[in-house]
């Protein structure tokens, strides 16, 4: 397997630009990804940036270091590997379309982290083209931190894989729990503390150039806030969360959580203020009894 080394990541408009240089790609049938991994060997967690993303996010100082905060550490390699030749498709228009992620041990500033990002699987879609993006975050020997990005190119041709088949459900009743504001602004702020300054998220202006009518969201502060509601008001050791990216959050909005709660855990929804339309769905839980934490 090929690996890409970067030590110091590029800036946050060199990430925009070798995006934008990427749609120039067009790839013909893609039977398989190239075996790659791209690799930030030496990353210091940052405390103050921590601090950062809790705060933009909803998490209060007692969730310690959120669950969801190291998928940041992989968006430079993310980015890297997308405006590469490795990846046959365009950056811009690709749809994240669900993540996965589970931590087993608690995450503490100043932890020194090694930060992996590797090809996965192809999976057909209805739409296009699905490919995974295998994530891992090592404290010395200890795999400390993994998920799974799933990302889909829309109207790619002749798909290859299994069938995609989103698995999130669940028979129990959802009942409102609470609502929170999705602010005009909040792209903008997400995206100057995470790197991801998609035009799609910034403004109506931006986000029309690339047919929206209206800012979004980005998915990932959807997935982040809904947590900052639902994880325990201390640092857990062990938790996993999976969500499904349903329908895209136009800004300003209300939007309203659901949940069917399950022993140390919950099944939840992210819907619009009457609580009709999904706009994320998943299931989270952690250890009854927190370790390392």
Known sequence: MKTVEIDRPASHAALFLG???SAGKRPGAVRSLPQVTYVRP???LDGDHVASYAKVCG???GHGVPITYPQLLTFPLVTAFLASPDCPWPALGTVHLANAIEQRQALRPGDELRVEVRTGRLIAHEKG?????EMQVLRGDDVVWEGTQSLLRIGARDPVGPAYAGALASDAPLSRQADFAAAGDIGRRYGRVT???NPIHLSAVSARLFGFRRAIAHGM????????????RAPVAEASVAVEFKTPLFLPARASLWTAREAHG??????????????LRGRVGWAASPRGA
Request: hydrophobic residues 50%; proline residues 7%.
């Open 19 to 21: 995006a934008l240089r």
């Open 42 to 44: 030496q990353v210091v």
């Open 59 to 61: 998490f209060d100082p």
């Open 129 to 133: 083209q699905i490919f995974t993006l």
């Open 195 to 197: 790197g991801d300054l």
């Open 221 to 232: 502060w959807t997935k982040a806030r809904a947590l900052a509601a639902l994880m325990p």
């Open 266 to 279: 919950a099944f939840f929804e992210v819907r619009d203020a009457s609580g009709e339309k999904p706009h």
